[in-house]
């Protein structure tokens, strides 16, 4: 459907990158339901540069989730470059890197990175070209629409990144003093594809697929970044892979499937991080694979609160009549 350098993309589904949440065994599991491409968690460039064993976990690729891109983040290009390289020797079984630009919050943008790298667009241009120069793998980025209201930028950021060679641009559309409050801006990138030269995937408030089909519509953007919409609802992802390759409109998941695939995932992340971290990531992640569906607001949060093994949560939901 879209290529990112040479690399072809088969899906309008990209799947976000969101800190704590995909992981490997996320990636992997997100990908039977049409992934078209997925990113890593944010990783620290610093991080990679002194050898961080947590750290070092978030560049973990399997053939399973591919194509995928390693998302660096950090304010210095020299340090960026430093933990490219490491990336490439470590682990050379990834498509791409994607720089983040976009990420809000104020731990990272105090030192410089993330969306405070959008202040100052010449040297943002200084930044990424070096970036981009320094890898024959495809660099992509994620921005937002500016810093506030009263500096949207995002137009004149995009054809900075298209002149520094990036091969794709994600967008989500809110500032970064927006952070993730108020409603997604479509209207204001409307038909954004129809100037740009490279790639567009939009993000903000993807949450059902009349939401994917709106955000395309507006923008006529190649894919859809699914992040928190898809977290516990990986329907989600069929439903708008298939309404893009087929025409047809499916309903969502039942619940006994659902929860299926709730231990499908569980595995995986206790195959990845072992029972200890993995339901201690599951307690946030696991109610949400019940949301939407009747009477599950008490049952949800007794598996938020209780749980510690994996046969806690088994014995809830049989407690419950869902297994």
């Given at each position: 459907m879209y290529k990112i350098g040479d690399i072809e993309i088969d899906s309008k589904v990209y799947l976000a990158p969101m800190a704590g949440v995909t992981s490997l065994?996320?990636?992997?599991?997100m990908k039977q339901f049409g992934v078209g491409v997925s990113v890593t968690e944010m990783v620290s460039d610093c991080g990679l540069i002194y050898d961080n064993k947590l750290t070092m976990t978030y560049i973990k690729t399997d053939k399973v989730d591919r194509p995928v891109g390693i998302q660096l983040f950090g304010f210095d290009?020299?340090?960026?470059?430093?933990?490219?390289?490491?990336?490439?020797?470590?682990?050379?079984?990834?498509?791409?890197?994607?720089?983040?630009?976009?990420?809000?919050?104020?731990?990272?943008?105090?030192?410089?990175?993330?969306?405070?790298?959008?202040?100052?667009?010449?040297?943002?241009?200084?930044?990424?070209?070096?970036?981009?120069?320094?890898?024959?793998?495809?660099?992509?980025?994620?921005?937002?629409?500016?810093?506030?209201?009263?500096?949207?930028?995002?137009?004149?950021?995009?054809?900075v990144l298209e002149e520094a060679g990036v091969k794709a641009i994600g967008l989500h559309v809110r500032t970064t003093k927006q952070m993730y409050s108020g409603k997604a801006n479509y209207e204001i990138a409307r038909n954004l594809r129809d100037e740009m030269s490279v790639p567009l995937i939009v993000s903000g408030d993807i949450f059902t697929l009349d939401d994917a089909i709106n955000a395309i519509d507006i923008?006529?953007?190649?894919?859809?970044?699914?992040?928190?919409?898809?977290?516990?609802?990986?329907?989600?992802?069929?439903?708008?892979?298939?309404?893009?390759?087929?025409?047809?409109?499916?309903?969502?998941?039942?619940?006994?499937?659902?929860?299926?695939?709730?231990?499908e995932y569980l595995d995986l992340l206790i195959e990845e991080k072992g029972e200890y971290t993995a339901i201690k990531i599951l307690r946030g992640i696991a109610p949400k694979f019940l949301s939407g569906y009747e009477n599950m607001k008490p049952i949800k949060n007794k598996i938020s609160q209780t749980i510690n093994t994996k046969q806690d949560l088994l014995n809830i939901l049989k407690d419950e009549h869902l297994i």
């Open positions: 065994a996320y990636r992997k599991f290009e020299n340090n960026i470059v430093k933990a490219m390289k490491i990336v490439e020797e470590t682990n050379p079984d990834f498509d791409f890197f994607d720089i983040n630009l976009g990420c809000p919050v104020h731990k990272v943008t105090s030192t410089g990175a993330g969306s405070a790298l959008l202040k100052d667009l010449s040297h943002l241009r200084d930044y990424m070209a070096l970036i981009c120069k320094s890898t024959t793998k495809p660099v992509t980025a994620k921005i937002r629409l500016g810093w506030d209201s009263d500096s949207i930028n995002f137009k004149e950021t995009i054809k923008t006529h953007a190649d894919a859809v970044m699914i992040a928190r919409g898809g977290v516990g609802n990986p329907g989600l992802i069929r439903q708008i892979d298939e309404y893009y390759k087929t025409g047809k409109k499916t309903l969502g998941t039942p619940l006994n499937e659902n929860i299926k695939y709730l231990l």
